[in-house]
């Protein structure tokens, strides 16, 4: 028998190996990339979430909620001062606040994930009465940076500013 003989049947035995071998991991591939948009749109559904949340938090005054969602080390630039706070003095502010929220509505959320951070921009527009009863509509452009920390996302830092 020649040479060329084994190696024709050499090829036509390695042919049909390779070309599953192909199918199966381009097979994978595909289902890996359908697993990370997945979870990728999971976890963007999950900051979404946490942004009603939020507004429904300051709506009823549930400061429990942000010591659950809040990162230790969160902090926050108040649009009306401009002051930064921390966790803490936005839990007790929450708490002696006392402005009615008619209603909260959050617009143009956009979510971008990158590894175990989370940023959602958009705008909260409220409505209410203020501690002296008068009554406020304003509108809040927002920029929330979330942490993926143990499994769980978590507000890291938060920026507003009012938007005319």
Request: no cysteine; charged share 25%; proline share 1%.
């Amino acid at each position: 028998m020649s040479s060329n003989f084994h190696i024709e049947r050499l090829a036509m035995r390695f042919v049909p190996i390779a070309t599953i071998l192909l199918l199966l991991t381009s097979g994978l591939t595909m289902t890996a990339s359908t697993a990370a948009t997945s979870v990728g749109e999971d976890h963007k559904s999950a900051l979404h979430q946490l942004e009603r949340e939020w507004n429904e938090a300051l709506r009823t005054k549930n400061a429990a909620w942000l010591e659950e969602h809040l990162a230790d080390d969160m902090t926050d630039i108040s649009s009306g001062s401009g002051a930064l706070r921390t966790k803490s003095q936005d839990i007790a502010a929450l708490r002696a606040d006392m402005t009615t929220y008619l209603t909260l509505e959050l617009s143009d959320l956009r979510v971008r994930i990158e590894g175990n951070a989370g940023i959602v921009t958009g705008v909260n527009h409220l409505t209410g009465r203020d501690d002296q009863g008068h009554a406020f509509d304003v509108r809040l452009s927002f920029t929330d940076t979330y942490i993926n920390r143990n499994g769980r996302w978590l507000v890291w830092a938060s920026q507003h500013t009012r938007a005319r």
